[in-house]
Nanobody, 115 residues
Framework: QVQLVESGGGLVQNGGSLRLSCVTS????????MGWYRQAPGKEREMVST???????NYSDSVKGRFTISRSFAKNTNYLQMNSLKSEDTAVYYC?????????WGKGTLVTVSS
């Protein structure tokens, strides 16, 4: 069982920055891949960024060049640095971990970008 707790969401102005954090309840080395997903009101959940255990990263086209995913093995934490935020980035952001081919999700953190 893997528990994930996100934090760092909030209200930010257009063009601002936020850093999301996702703390895992297990050693991050044991997790095959982690990622950030988001769901805006009335829309389906979509992938934002992922990172594998080996460090391979992937980004959606909509955030490429603005968001950066990273992790701290010492803190068992995954991060999403979000710069140049736009109103269309407003959503609930969820952390996901894959361990032993099982998906685990956090409860989400709300990011609101005001124009």
């Amino acid at each position: 069982q893997v528990q994930l707790v996100e934090s760092g969401g909030g209200l930010v102005q257009n063009g601002g920055s936020l850093r999301l954090s996702c703390v895992t309840s297990v050693d991050i080395f044991s997790i095959e891949a982690m990622g950030w997903y988001r769901q805006a009101p009335g829309k389906e959940r979509e992938m934002v960024s992922t990172i594998t255990r080996a460090g391979t990263t992937n980004y959606s086209d909509s955030v490429k060049g603005r968001f950066t995913i990273s992790r701290s093995f010492a803190k068992n934490t995954n991060y999403l640095q979000m710069n140049s935020l736009k109103s269309e980035d407003t959503a609930v952001y969820y952390c996901k971990a894959v361990r032993s081919s099982i998906d685990y999700w956090g409860k989400g953190t709300l990011v609101t970008v005001s124009s």
